[in-house]
């Protein structure tokens, strides 16, 4: 009988579909033409790309557009109130919303529950003074996020200055919306 080693699918209770399975996944991530979150790191300015225009009504019903906000920097959070790290970023959102009014910064949240009904309740539960849309399963903004939450902060041009996939914590916000700020 040969001595010779069973190829890796045959050992261990390793499964061929299982090894197929990962293959295809790390193909597909690296073949994908998206740059990973930028997180912590602002782009350069020359680097970025400008966000699509997102126009939709808010929970009173009132239009809202974004590129009615040239010259103000966003931060567009995409969320639903069934997500728990949504909820655990929002009591921070709120703040830096509250403090930054008026000083050439918004908050405007996207959200992606199916009906108005629980969005009014997290609103109200966690005293959101920014504008919350409703686009709809939809919208093409909706249909592009992959996780929730997923947050877009923009510069005053409308240009995406990074993306967090994930909660992002209060500090890294305030210190990613001052250095933007900052800019010309």
């Known amino acids: 009988?040969?001595?010779?080693?069973r190829p890796l699918w045959q050992r261990d209770g390793v499964q061929l579909a299982g090894i197929l399975a990962v293959g295809v996944a790390l193909t597909l991530l690296f073949r994908m033409d998206v740059s990973p979150p930028a997180t912590g790191k602002l782009r350069n300015p020359d680097g970025r790309k400008s966000m699509p225009d997102i126009a939709s009504t808010d929970l009173r019903?009132?239009?809202?557009r974004l590129s009615d906000h040239k010259g103000e920097a966003i931060l567009v959070n995409v969320w639903a109130s069934w997500c728990p790290?949504?909820?655990e970023e929002t009591p921070g959102f709120v703040r830096v919303a509250k403090e930054y009014e008026g000083n050439g910064f918004?908050?405007?949240?996207?959200?992606a529950d199916e009906g108005p009904a629980p969005v009014r309740r997290?609103?109200?539960?966690?005293?959101?003074p920014y504008p919350v849309i409703l686009p709809g399963a939809d919208s093409p903004l909706i249909a592009a996020v992959e996780s929730l939450p997923t947050s877009f902060l923009l510069d005053r041009q409308g240009r995406v200055a990074t993306v967090y996939v994930g909660a992002v914590s209060e500090?890294?916000?305030r210190g990613d919306i001052a250095r933007l700020l900052e800019e010309h």
């Open 1 to 5: 009988m040969s001595s010779q080693p």
């Open 122 to 128: 997290f609103v109200d539960q966690f005293h959101v």
């Open 85 to 87: 790290p949504c909820r």
């Open 171 to 173: 500090r890294q916000l």
């Open 106 to 111: 918004e908050v405007v949240g996207v959200s």
């Open 61 to 64: 019903g009132n239009p809202w």
